[in-house]
Structure formats: C-alpha cells, structure tokens
C-alpha cells in the first residue's frame, strides 16, 4: 500500500443524524477507506470515497471459505479535539487475525495514517453527546472469484464509520449471563484467540439460546473440559475475589482485548491486585455461594465495561451484588472513559489527538 491516498469528494452529504436515536451499527458516515490487494502488486490504490456498496463476485473466496477479518475501535470529541484510543493496538492484531488466516499484511503505520485522513474529513461526524462516539470499522475479506479452498489472491480492505450512542445511555446497567454447556465457542489451536467473522457467526445459535432463557449475553467455558470460564458474549470477563480482580489467562482461544488489557494496566496502576489465571466454574460457583465473589463484568470497545448482575450455572440462577454496579467496575469504568474522553490525564500514552 502506497503513502499517497487519493480522496474523491462526495457530491452531497448526508443530513447528520440524531444520534441518541441510532441503533449501534445502522447509520454510516459520508466516506469510507478502500484498498486492494493483488500479488504482483501487494496492497494498491488506497483511496477515500464516498461510501458505498461494494461490488464483488458470487463466487468471491471469502464469502464460501470465511477469510474476513475486522477490528473495532472509537474516535471520541473533546471541545474542538478528535482522541482515538490506542488505534496502533488494533492495527497490531488486525495482522495477527491475517496471518492466523493465511491473508497478507498490512503496513500498520499506513493503516493509521489512513485512518487518521478519513477522521479529519469526517471529523463532523463525532458526536458529543454523554457517551457517544464514532465506531470505526477495519475490515478485510477474501474476494478473488474461486471456488476452491486454499488462501486467495486478491483481497478487498476497507474502512467505515458510524456514529454511536452511548451503550448504557449515559449509565452502568448490569446485565444477565447465561453459561453455554453445549455449545464452544474456540479451543486452542483455531481461531478463537483472533477477530474473524465465523467466530462470531458460530456464537448466534448460542446467543439466541440465551435471550429465550431470559438471559442477555452468554458465558463461554473452554472447548475440550467445558469446565475453565473464558469469555462472556463478544467480551473478556472480570471478576472481584477477596478484593483481587482476576481473569482467565490467556492461552490460545480466548480473544486478547485491547479494552482487557488496558483495564489490567489501568488496574494496576490504581493499586489493585490484578490476576490472570484459568478459572474452573466451579470455583466461580463456590464463590458466589460463599460471597468471596463480589463483583463479575465485561470488558470489550462496545461497552468498555458491562456488569454482571444475575447468572445461571447449570440452570442454577446467582445474583451478583445484588445486581448492583460494584464499586470496583464503577471505579475502573469511570477513569477508562475520562481518559478515553480526555476529561482525566492519560498517564499511558494512550491518547492519539486529531
């Protein structure tokens, strides 16, 4: 991909929209990233367009085999200022998930700068609204017209916008988890540990399981014991024990969110005593029968932190401090957002300011 992007303007633009009204992810801005990919050429010809439909084949490779990967991240307003939080990290794993998937890489200082152009031109689409923000959207799929399974040859990569409401409207509410025993969601070894698109296609059964249950977001135990807690919906998980925040380590099929990681270093810093660790459900379920477990939430860009206020195990329900916000995740949500909103010092270098 070369340095140069060329940018079409649009001939008119679109009415802005209210955004306490939208509907995460239905509403997109004027404009949008392309670049593609050949191998005699590598990746070719970014440009900023107007944002449209893409034309592709019915037999394009990534629709028949799933080689597509995407990340997700924010830009957030602040007086006359656009700050994106830590754009390099995802630029980092969006090369992960393409080599995990036998797709090429990206130039990652490009990508950010690519990013960086197409925020400036629609700068006037970050709302600045309690908790609003801009939702960015990297995504890259397999698009060489062949019926055959082997890595393809040429690749579409594009980047769009769409404005976004807060995910609580403006407060914490906690929410309901049910944990799957029939379905897995990864093992270690395939693709779980990177952001493809049929790890999310293979969560929607498991998904809907729950919602007619009552439950809102599912709890995943690992694939081969089914007996280790791994990750909550599209989320990583937290929990308080005996005052310690813990979460399952790392190791292979759990997804590294950038969000987990930041929430540990930010933990850290404030002085708790942060763990990762396997975690059996059986030990979660000893704590919350005992009350050593005080406090359970998710982490992830969509919601930063979502708390846990009631759970079955096994068709067993638990209630979680009472479904109550937990000072911990209140603490912790409140300082990652004022420095995402550049209302609190940001001691990390997280920061990027357009």
Same mark, same amino acid.
């Given at each position: 991909?070369?340095?140069?992007?060329?940018?079409?303007?649009?001939?008119?633009?679109?009415?802005?929209?209210?955004?306490?009204?939208?509907? %995460?992810?239905?509403?997109?801005?004027?404009?949008?990233?392309?670049?593609?990919?050949?191998?005699?050429?590598?990746?070719?010809e970014?440009a900023?367009v107007?944002?449209?439909?893409?034309?592709i084949?019915?037999?394009?490779?990534?629709?028949?085999?799933?080689?597509s990967?995407?990340?997700?991240?924010?830009?957030?307003?602040?007086?006359?200022?656009?700050? !994106?939080?830590?754009?390099?990290?995802?630029?980092?794993?969006?090369?992960?998930?393409?080599?995990?998937?036998?797709?090429?890489?990206?130039?990652?200082?490009?990508?950010?700068? #690519?990013?960086?152009?197409?925020?400036?031109?629609?700068?006037?689409?970050?709302?600045?609204?309690?908790?609003?923000?801009?939702?960015?959207?990297?995504?890259?799929?397999?698009?060489?017209? %062949?019926?055959?399974?082997?890595?393809?040859?040429? *690749?579409? *990569?594009?980047?769009? !916008?769409?404005?976004?409401?807060?995910y609580?409207?403006?407060?914490?509410?906690?929410?309901?988890?049910?944990?799957?025993?029939?379905?897995?969601?990864?093992?270690?070894?395939?693709?779980?540990?990177?952001?493809?698109?049929?790890?999310?296609?293979?969560? +929607?059964?498991?998904?809907?399981?729950?919602?007619?249950?009552? *439950?809102?977001?599912?709890?995943?135990?690992?694939?081969?014991?089914?007996?280790?807690?791994?990750?909550?919906?599209?989320?990583?998980? %937290?929990?308080?024990?005996?005052?310690?925040?813990?979460?399952?380590?790392?190791n292979?099929?759990?997804?590294?969110?950038?969000?987990?990681?930041?929430?540990?270093?930010?933990a850290?810093y404030?002085?708790?005593?942060?763990?990762?660790?396997? +975690?059996?459900?059986?030990?979660?379920?000893?704590?919350?029968?005992?009350?050593?477990?005080?406090?359970?939430?998710?982490?992830?860009? #969509?919601?930063?932190?979502?708390?846990?206020?009631?759970?079955?195990?096994?068709?067993?329900? *638990?209630?979680?401090?009472?479904?109550?916000?937990?000072?911990?995740?209140?603490?912790?949500?409140?300082?990652?957002?004022? +420095?995402?909103?550049?209302?609190?010092?940001?001691?990390?270098?997280?920061?990027?300011?357009?």
């Open positions: 991909m070369g340095q140069t992007i060329q940018i079409e303007k649009a001939n008119s633009l679109k009415e802005k929209p209210d955004v306490s009204t939208v509907k %995460f992810g239905t509403v997109f801005t004027d404009y949008m990233f392309t670049s593609d990919y050949t191998p005699e050429h590598g990746w070719e970014p900023i107007p944002y449209k439909n893409l034309e084949s019915p037999a394009a490779n990534g629709i028949h085999y799933g080689q990967v995407f990340e997700g991240l924010k830009a957030y307003k602040n007086g006359d200022d656009i700050l !994106l939080f830590r754009p390099d990290e995802n630029f980092k794993r969006l090369n992960t998930s393409l080599e995990r998937l036998a797709m090429p890489k990206i130039n990652e200082e490009t990508s950010l700068n #690519a990013l960086y152009e197409l925020i400036k031109l629609e700068r006037d689409w970050v709302p600045d609204g309690p908790g609003q923000s801009l939702y960015i959207r990297p995504f890259i799929f397999a698009d060489e017209a %062949f019926l055959g399974v082997r890595s393809a040859r040429t *690749y579409k *990569y594009n980047i769009i !916008l769409s404005p976004v409401a807060g609580y409207g403006g407060q914490l509410d906690p929410t309901s988890i049910y944990v799957e025993d029939d379905y897995v969601r990864a093992v270690r070894g395939g693709v779980g540990a990177i952001k493809c698109a049929g790890n999310y296609a293979a969560s +929607i059964l498991a998904q809907q399981k729950a919602a007619e249950l009552g *439950y809102e977001q599912v709890l995943w135990l690992d694939g081969v014991e089914q007996k280790y807690v791994e990750e909550v919906g599209s989320m990583n998980i %937290f929990f308080v024990r005996n005052n310690e925040l813990i979460t399952p380590q790392l292979g099929s759990i997804l590294s969110g950038i969000t987990r990681k930041s929430l540990i270093q930010l850290e404030k002085g708790y005593t942060v763990k990762e660790e396997k +975690i059996l459900l059986d030990d979660l379920r000893d704590g919350l029968e005992d009350g050593s477990i005080s406090e359970i939430f998710g982490s992830g860009t #969509a919601a930063v932190i979502s708390p846990i206020g009631r759970m079955n195990v096994h068709g067993e329900d *638990y209630v979680v401090n009472n479904n109550q916000v937990g000072p911990v995740a209140e603490d912790l949500y409140n300082h990652y957002t004022g +420095i995402q909103y550049g209302t609190l010092e940001d001691p990390f270098g997280w920061i990027v300011k357009l």
